[in-house]
């Protein structure tokens, strides 16, 4: 099978729906047109709920009488909780940025009775506390659905592959985003970060890598958990963090005009101390010196430079800026230090004490500049290391070598992946960071979402979505998936299952403060007591 063109989003779509409307073999006797066209997306995430969106509103276009009469999307969901990052990344004190869940709730909303198990119904249907892999093979879905969407996500970590990086205090930013945010799989951290975070005020906590969860992982710890009550932050992390840590330091590997931060994040950094949270923020003029090379000069030149010009203006008023004498506590944003290794500590030593990081220079050309070692080292003390250098995707169970192990992706062209089993099933697409590695804001997956969906669209028009094949053995879509479960002893959570966990969220009587918008439930057993009682 040939690969298709690459298109741009919204061309895609277009030229998908004109497709799939002119296509000659969608003649009433196409056996397409008779049935039902069942599709599973896998990951509830903003790339997962776009997908859905936008493939319901592809289907459901009128000028499209002639596609499938009738069409079912299942967002399969390993947790009870939709939403992906949005409820488990996104920082507590954005809760503008966490808007994005009216959309999403939409997609399940504008459906016809998501409760009934009828695969004939139209519409979006959740099915939570699902997971693909563990309560369902790959392969399954694949013979129950005409279409299968993967969108689960990243959840796994780059690594250093420094020394010492296994040693205790050494935690990965994802584990630590997903602990203050109640993330069933991190709520445990609460015992190991009580003990290393004793007394935070009097505490370092360094953060390595410089993108926009280090900037979130840094605040955090500097508001504390005092300057975070009035936030959905879950009740565990408040005592652990306290009034905030003493210092904080971000270490960058390259010099700050290559830094990976947006300047809303950076300004964040700068107005703790302004906001009243005590809190002096630091950063190196000769530092910056370091890294304006000739190259970094020329990053900085025309309209794609713009950002970056705005940061270094920032940096350098903060970097001449007198620190508030009364600020407790400190964040530094270090820059042209790489860490080479985790230094146990001289009184327990498996636990962290510091990093040794190398100084680096900058080399090579404008928007490819390296860090280059220079052999001069510094130590910085620290009783907890967050590696914040990337989250990483995994294979599901037997994806072979549709997934590329060192790219932690899947192998796949404008969202069609190519080269699984096409006897065995449903055609195959992926949407998301799992499609295109760890990067890009929550608006970035709606042009990555439409791209999936014209391919899928272009497919079915062409027939390239392979026929399904299992329906002798098995029931069909929607209907076979419940089927599979009951008989697995899962409790399946729905979308008005759902609505009941997030009303007890919101139960004034759950909340500690006023503005508070949530208090998640962080145990998935709790989720499922607390749904058989209602
Ligand atoms: P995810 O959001 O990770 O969703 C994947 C979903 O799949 C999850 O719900 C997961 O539980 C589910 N899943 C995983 N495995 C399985 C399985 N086997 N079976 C069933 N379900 C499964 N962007 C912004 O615009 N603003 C921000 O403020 C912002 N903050 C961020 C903070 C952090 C800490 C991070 C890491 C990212 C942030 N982003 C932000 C980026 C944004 O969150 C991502 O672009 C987006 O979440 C990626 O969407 P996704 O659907 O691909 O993955
Ligand atoms: P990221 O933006 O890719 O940043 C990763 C950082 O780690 C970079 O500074 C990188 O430096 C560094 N790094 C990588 N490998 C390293 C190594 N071996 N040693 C030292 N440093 C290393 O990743 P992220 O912060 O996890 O964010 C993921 C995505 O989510 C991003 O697109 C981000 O914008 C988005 N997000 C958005 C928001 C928001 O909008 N508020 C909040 C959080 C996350 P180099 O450049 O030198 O490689």
Redesign the pocket.
């Known amino acids: 099978m040939s690969a298709p063109k690459a298109l741009t989003a919204r061309g895609a779509i277009l030229s998908g729906c004109k497709r799939l409307l002119s296509a000659r073999h969608y003649s009433s006797s196409t056996p397409l047109l008779d049935r039902h066209l069942s599709v599973a997306i896998?990951?509830?995430?903003?790339?997962?709920m776009y997908t859905a969106k936008y493939l319901q509103s592809a289907l459901a276009n009128p000028k499209l009488a002639s596609l499938p009469s009738t069409h079912s999307i299942d967002v399969?969901?390993?947790?009870p909780t939709p939403f992906?990052?949005?409820r488990s990344?996104?920082?507590p004190d954005?809760p503008e940025?966490k808007s994005v869940e009216k959309d999403f709730r939409e997609v399940f909303e504008r459906n016809i009775g998501d409760s009934s198990s009828s695969s004939r119904q139209l519409g979006v249907a959740f099915r939570g506390n699902?997971?693909?892999?563990r309560d369902i093979s790959l392969v399954e879905l694949r013979r129950l659905y005409d279409i299968v969407v993967l969108?689960?996500?990243?959840?796994s970590d780059r690594r250093l592959g420094i020394p010492g990086e296994n040693l205790q205090g050494v935690v990965s930013a994802r584990e630590f985003?997903g602990w203050y945010n109640g993330h069933p799989r991190d709520v445990d951290l609460t015992e190991p970060l009580s003990e290393l975070l004793s007394n935070p005020a009097e505490k370092s906590v360094s953060v390595i890598g410089q993108g926009?969860?280090a900037l979130?992982c840094a605040r955090v710890l500097a508001k504390g958990g005092e300057g975070l009550r009035s936030t959905d932050i879950s009740a565990h992390s408040l005592p652990v963090l306290g009034g905030g840590v003493g210092k904080v330091t971000v270490l960058g590997r390259r010099g700050h005009v290559q830094g990976a931060f947006t300047i809303k994040e950076l300004r964040e950094l700068t107005k703790l101390s302004k906001e009243g949270h005590g809190v002096s923020f630091h950063v190196r003029e000769d530092e910056l010196d370091l890294g304006m090379t000739d190259s970094s000069r020329q990053e900085l030149e025309g309209r794609l430079g713009r950002p970056k010009g705005r940061i270094n203006k920032l940096l350098r008023a903060a970097a001449a800026v007198a620190h508030d004498p009364k600020a407790a506590k400190e964040v530094h944003l270090r820059f042209l230090l790489n860490p080479v290794e985790f230094v146990p500590d001289t009184a327990d030593p498996t636990f962290v004490g510091s990093i040794i990081c190398e100084r680096t220079r900058l080399g090579g050309d404008p928007g490819k500049q390296s860090a280059v070692a220079t052999g001069e080292y510094e130590t910085i003390p620290t009783h907890l290391a967050l590696t914040s250098i990337g989250?990483k995707g995994k294979a599901?169970p037997g994806m072979g070598d549709i997934f590329n192990e060192s790219e932690g992706v899947i192998v796949n062209q404008n969202g069609q992946i190519y080269g699984a089993d096409e006897s065995t099933g449903a055609g195959l697409y992926c949407s998301?960071?799992?499609k295109r590695g760890p990067s890009?804001?929550?608006?970035?997956?709606i042009s990555d979402a439409k791209e999936t969906v014209a391919s899928i669209l272009r497919d079915i028009s062409t027939d390239v979505a392979p026929p399904h094949i299992g329906r002798e053995q098995y029931n069909h879509g929607r209907e076979g998936l419940d089927a599979i479960l009951k008989e697995r002893e899962t409790q399946v959570v729905d979308w008005p299952g759902y609505i009941k966990i997030d009303l007890a969220e919101k139960s004034a009587s759950n909340l500690r403060h006023e503005d508070q918008p949530r208090e998640k439930m962080t145990r998935v057993e709790d989720m499922l007591a607390a749904l058989r009682a209602l």
């Open positions: 896998v990951g509830s995430g903003p790339s997962g399969i969901e390993r947790l992906g990052l949005v990344g996104v920082a954005h940025v699902v997971e693909v892999g969108a689960y996500g990243c959840d985003v926009n969860v979130d989250y599901l998301g960071w799992i890009g804001i929550i608006g970035t997956n």
